[in-house]
């Protein structure tokens, strides 16, 4: 993809009128590399998915007769002597948002052409990441051992658990994934792969695409099923 | 690429990442206040600010061109629609197991920490 195709032609117009002749044509439709596009299309799947677990979860948490656990004191901490509500998770969501904040440096920096930076931001941005994944492990075995299943919980109605583990556990796999990925790019850019290649370090900024997704995800979650 | 936004000055991630820790606590502060409408009204707003600053700064979608942001952001409008449906869907559903089961007897633990 050379910028040459990108960028032929006159002066693109801006707003509703540069939106009819972006899909009339009959060239490109987005005036984006290949694959921030499709990282953007995959990202709509995904948000869809997500969204049929966050329904999914309103559907069974209306339609339960059993009371709703309080989720403020299923996932509260002892720490300095009280019980502290939501800690961890109020950690985890801090976490989260610096490791989006050290993404989008990363993201700069590689346009910038400074491979050795980018690759640190983008390691450190991994390092949180998985630290994030850790203390929901932490939070896992927390609630295994107090009796939390898929199917049954000594709190409240068992919908709980089985929405708890399905959507905390498949954004931790997100998180996972998206740390094999960070590191497979970051060594990448370090040893200067993407140097003399068509798009350069566009791949960083596609890269944090799927980063910053997983954070977004994370801010509905905890909305929606931590606060709520 | 030259002029969609690749470059801006750092500063605008600082101000980015102080932003969204402050909207966190905020959202993290609801946490104390009583159940009610406001709660769950500012639940939802500091929500959608967080979630709007990650895609439009963060995820760059605010210098996109209006092709690319409908294409992504239009049709998740749809799940409007499948929230809506599925509210009215599960409120019967819990409105005639209480008819026909009656209301829950479970009996709950209240959570303790070892």
New interface residues.
Partial sequence: MS?AVLDSGAE?A???Q??VD??SRDKQ?????WGK?MM??F??SD??IF?CFL?GY???R??????W??P???F???AFGH?V??LLI?IM??IL??S??T???AV?MG??RNRKLTFWLMVATAVLGASFVGMQAFEWSKLI??GVRPWEN????AQFGSSFFMITGFHGMHVSAGVIYLLVIAFRVKRGFYENRPGGY?IV?IT??YW??V??VW??I???FY?? | MADDGTQHPLRIYWIMWISLFVLSSFSYGTDFMDDGALRTFLILLFMMLKAGRIVLIFMHMGWERLALKLAILGPPVAILVLIGLMSLESNYVEGSRIDNYGESTMEVETPGHH
């Fill in positions: 910028e693109k801006p707003g509703g540069g939106l972006d899909w439709v987005f005036g984006v590399p596009a953007w299309i990202l709509l948000t869809f969204s329904v309103m559907s069974v209306i339609a339960t007769t059993d009371p656990p309080n403020s004191e299923v509260a901490l002892q019980d509500p939501l109020a969501t801090f948002i610096t989006s904040g993404m989008a440096l700069n346009y910038r051992a107090e000594p709190f409240g109605a566009e900024e944090g695409l910053h997704f954070d977004l801010v509905f905890f909305a929606l606060l709520w």
